[in-house]
């Protein structure tokens, strides 16, 4: 079973000063999942978290869970996640191991393919300052890892800011506090000063 939990934290140039932006830098990057959460060995599970500063960042504003096959993408509004599974030689094993490879994914509509930064535009075509965003996270059966980046992008109000943080299990069976039991055991990030 694959596990993907997003959480996604928006705001905007408002909450920026404190006390807003003390509430939104607690905002964990690792939460319980529903207590629904189930499925067989092969599924894949999408945990989608959203905060914003409407409710002060006290709690999710959206949370969505859902269960789908282990090659099939996943689609919920802005979020589009690919995983898939290979087959990995272990030393000192007659056996293969599974491991859970998030190498591409779309999160809120942008491309994390192969490459390593994120060229953004804005409405009026012009590029803003390309954003690093890592790419791709192998995890063992049992084990999970963690993918987060931050960016600001322009809309017709103004400026919004983001955080994306992607936790990723690969279990064997369901466990709602797989991402609190321990930290994880591969973390990529590209956190950066917004301005």
């Known amino acids: 079973m694959i596990v993907v939990q997003v959480i996604h934290v928006q705001w905007s140039k408002s909450a920026r000063g404190a006390p807003l932006a003390r509430a939104r830098n607690s905002v964990p990057e690792r939460l319980p999942l529903d207590n629904e959460v189930s499925g067989e060995q092969e599924a894949f599970v999408l945990n989608y978290q ?40 272990m030393p000192h094993s007659t056996l293969s191991q599974k491991a859970a490879c998030f190498s591409q994914c779309e999160v809120l509509g942008f491309s994390l393919s192969e490459e390593t930064s994120l060229v953004v535009e804005d409405k009026t075509g012009r590029i803003t300052r390309p954003t690093e965003v890592p790419t791709c996270l192998e995890v063992f059966c049992g084990e999970w890892g963690q993918i987060g980046y931050n960016r600001r992008f322009s809309v017709d109000a103004g400026t919004l800011y983001e955080k994306v943080v992607l936790n990723v299990a690969f279990l064997e069976k369901a466990d709602s506090l797989v991402f609190l039991r321990s930290p994880p055991k591969q973390r990529r990030t590209s956190y950066e000063r917004l301005l």
């Open 50 to 89: 959203a905060f914003s500063e409407t409710n002060a960042f006290a709690a999710p504003v959206e949370v969505f869970t859902c269960d789908h096959e282990a090659d099939q993408p996943v689609a919920y509004e802005a979020c589009l996640l690919r995983p898939h599974a290979l087959s990995i030689p």
